[in-house]
Structures are given as C-alpha cells and as structure tokens.
C-alpha cells in the first residue's frame, strides 16, 4: 500500500517541517522601412550596443517581401524574398513598454494590439517584452514572425530539451519550490526547466493524457458531465464566465477520478469545497500570470525575496488550491486501498498514474506524481472556461450557423436516442463542429501567440537573418487570420472556411499558410504542447454540442463580438453578456 507514503508526500512544506514555509531603445528602429520611423525625440536617444541581438537586427534580409505573398504567376521562379527585420525600440528592463518611447499600440487588447503590430512593423520584427522576450537579454528581446515555416526551423533546433511557454510562469514555480514541490526542486529546475528532469516527468505525465487513444477513452466521462452541466445553463445565464469554469472542472474531474462532480448546475447540491477550488483555481492562475509579467513583482519578489500584494494573492489562492485538491487525492488513494473504485473510476488517470508507479515503470516518485496529477486539477479550470465562452458567444452571435451546428449535431446523435457518444463527435460525422471550433479559435484564440521558443542551434538564419542561439522567438497566431488578402471578410463567422473543399481550394495558393497546423488551437506546439490539449479539445467540443442540442441560444442587445468586452487573464477570454437558453422541443 502506498497511501501511507503518499499522505506525507501531499502534506505540504509547512505541516512536515517546523518552520512555516509559504505554501504558499536604446536604438531607434534598425533601417529598414519608412513605417518604422518615429518622430520626437527618439533621435536624440543614444544607441545601446549592449544587446546581443543588435548585431542581427541591423543585418538586413535578401529582399523586401514576404515569402507568403509571392507573385505565383511569374514564369520563372524568383529567388527567395524575405521581410526586413524591424528593431522595435527598447529599452534596459523595461524593453518596449514605454510606448511614447517605442511606439507600440496599447498592449491591454491583444486582439487589435498584434494586428497593429503587424501593421506597423511588418512580417519580422524585434521588440522588448518581459515575460515573453529572454531573460537572458537585458531588453527582454523576442523576435517576432509571422511565417509558421520559419518558427519551424526554431523548433528543430531544440533537439531533446525544447524551451516552452510555462517556463514564464515563475511566480508558480516560485510558490511551488517554496512549498517543497519534489517536481521543482532538482538542480535542472525539474518540470520548470529544461533538462532531462523536465524529460522524464513530461513523459510520465503525458502518457495517458496526449495519446489520441488514452484522450478518446475519457471521452465518454466527458459527455455525461456536460449533460448534466448543461441543465445549469439556464440558471447561469448572468454570469456564464464562472458557469463554464465550473464546467471545466466537472468535465476535467471525470477524466482525473472518474468522477462526476456536479459543480456547474448551481440548482444541483454540491460539494461547498469543490466551489472553493474552482474560485481559488481561477484567481491563483490568473494572478500568477499577471505576477509573472510584472516588472514589480519581479524586482520585489525575485530580487529582493519580498512579497507583493499581488504575489500574496496568488499565493493565498495557490494555498487553498493545494489543500483541496491534495485532499481529494488522497481520498482517491485510500479509496484505492480499500477496493472500493467503480469501473468508471478505475479509468480515470489518477488511478491509471499510480497503477504505473506500482509497476515500476514511472520514471518518477510517487511525490512527484501526485504533485503532477495536482497541477492537472488546478489548470484545467482556466485554461479551457475562456475557449468555452468564446464558442458559445459565437454560436449565440450567429443563429444561422448555430442551425446547421444544430442539424449535424442531432443527426450524429440520433442513433443513440439523441445522446452525444464518442462516434458522434468524431470530424467524419461532425465535420462542421471541428470547422466551428477552428474558425471561432481564428476570430477570437485565447492565446494569439500560436508558440513561443528559444533558439538553441549556434547557427539559425530566419528570413535570411543569423539569429543569436538563447534568442527568444515567437509566431503570431492571430493577424495572418485577420488579413483580407488570406481570409474574406475576416470578421465574420464562417465555419464553411475549414470544411475540406474549402481546405483543398486554397493549396498551392498563397492563402494556404493558414492551414498550417501552428494556427489551428491556443496550445503551442512542439515536445512542450499542452499535455492535456486533446483532453481539453475534446472538453470544448462536448460542452458546446450538449449546449446546442438542448438549448437555442440568443444574445439579447448584442450583434457582434466586437461589442462584447474581454481580458487578458491566464487567457484571453469574454467578459460574456447575459445569454437566453431557450429549451428546444
């Protein structure tokens, strides 16, 4: 038996120890375009040569031009034309934030912001962003582009210990060093580094969340969750933003415990502590994203060992997470123990990751993974709720495609009495959800960097420039999906888009770069994907069909998207309206 081992492996650091441990530019625009000159007093500024980049930013490319909007008809085939690389101005510590300094749009609406970008800047560019850039650089240089081919060669370069976009998030990892997490604390930095420790805990954890066969089989958890998750909708309508959190942890429960939690339907009884870790969940990732970008945070907290009133917040919240959550592992285990899992339970990843630890065959401790099987439940509460929303705003926003939604959607499920199964939802039978998932993530993705990546290769070129190894690169997944000259009327809903004649129609044209698998979903690409992204796509597509077959959903007052106000929390999500679920007969 193990649960006695694990019951001290999930006490945390204050209970097992004595003393209480918190759980607790400078250069303007390099050459390169006429939009890239700033009037004032950028002139007068000196010029830093302190910056390994410099030496790349003011190399210029082969040609002008953007290699996705070559000329195809021209006979004879031209030699390769790249962007010019554009040096946003940045400054030491704060990169490119001064905007009356740098010029950059404002940076609280990520959906105009890299468009604006783009526009400004063109198809290449360098700028100053903490939290994004490297932190190797004292400017906190990223290169940004806007070709997925070119973001491809940065990805090969990384061989066995790829970098990822998490390992921003050091206010977590902080928290959780500080706790005593075992999955943190080795020299490598452990799953928050990018070592062999990372390797081998990425590989335990992933195993029987991103195998297309493992995500399949939580399927049909899933889908009775979001039944009766779907019954709450109604009642929720004035604050849909915490109904869908609710939803994620019902439908992620299933999958962790084989559970069925019934959080989301707030006329149903509940578990008052399951509420508390949704919020708690909710609040300590968010703030813990928002402790990460802050230059604040970081000179008090990282330098100085103090704490912030934001960083208390996260922390706090990151508490309460732990306590639960660990509670409820370890009643899992001792359920375990006792013989006294169900079937549906016995299929669920927890009882699946301490079946392969018994084996032997892990790679990891059994600390290690109950604290990995821990960050599953925390995240999987923020992380999809905001693509939730978005979805069903879209399908409100658009009852004619809402329609057609409807049609494929009861048609797939008659053969089960009109019940979702596994089959139902599969792209053969329901082609038209998989293209409206795809086209509401190109309207609105709840992560509009489609990857961010470190070079790791001595020698890189991307559009024909020599990229520094260490250097921080990353590819907007959004404004290519905004551009008329790749996508007609780009602000509207078109699910038709995705669909397969649509997809062949544009191969061999400039428009296919949209295809590129680097814009299909918010959850990076590469050896650092989102482990549980296929669990999570599945979540997404089972909440929005259940909705859909039982309700007819309208947006009172609203006409568009646009007029609905968002935020960038741990994603970019809706600040949803009031929605109307009227019952279909």
Known sequence: MISSVASRALRPAAVRGGARASLARASRPTALSSSSAFPGTIDSRPKSTSCPHAAAAAAEAAAAGCPVHADKTTAAAPEVSHPKLVEVPSLPGVGSLVRAYSGI?????????????RKQFGDFYTMGMPGLGSDDCIKSTVYVVQDPKEMMKVLRSEGAYPSGMAQGSWGIFKWEKDAGFETVSHDDMGFAGQGENWKRIRTFMQTDLLHPTAARGYTSGIIEAAELASKGAPASASDLNSFFERCAFDMFSTVMFGDL????????????????????AKAGLGTGVKVSRSLKDALIVKTL??????????????DICWKIGSGKIQRFMDKRDRGELNEREKNSYLYRALETYDSGKSGVSLKEALEMSWGGIFAAVDTTSGKMGWNVLHAALNPEVQEKLYQELSHAAAANGGRLTVEALDKSNAPYLHAFVRESHRLTPVVPIATRKRVAADELTIHGISIPRGSAVACDGYSLGQDPAYID?????????????????????????????FFKDPFSQGARKCPGSRVALNEVAVILSQLVLDYKITAPGVSSFDQV???????????????NFEPRA
Do not use: C
Request: charged share 35%; hydrophobic share 30%; proline share 14%.
């Open 105 to 117: 749009p404002p940076l609280d609406k990520p959906y105009e912001f890299w468009p604006q970008m």
């Open 489 to 517: 009327d780009p602000r509207s809903l078109q699910p038709e888009r995705w669909l397969d004649d649509a997809v062949q129609a544009r191969k061999g044209t400039p428009r296919e770069i949209i295809d590129h698998p």
């Open 305 to 318: 060992g103090l704490e912030t009133e934001q960083y208390k917040l996260m922390k706090d919240n990151l």
């Open 261 to 280: 939690m019934e959080v989301a339907d707030p006329n149903t009884p509940t578990d008052r502590e399951d509420v508390e870790f949704v919020r708690a």
């Open 565 to 579: 106000p968002y935020g960038q929390e741990t994603v970019v999500e809706p600040r949803l309206p009031t929605l």
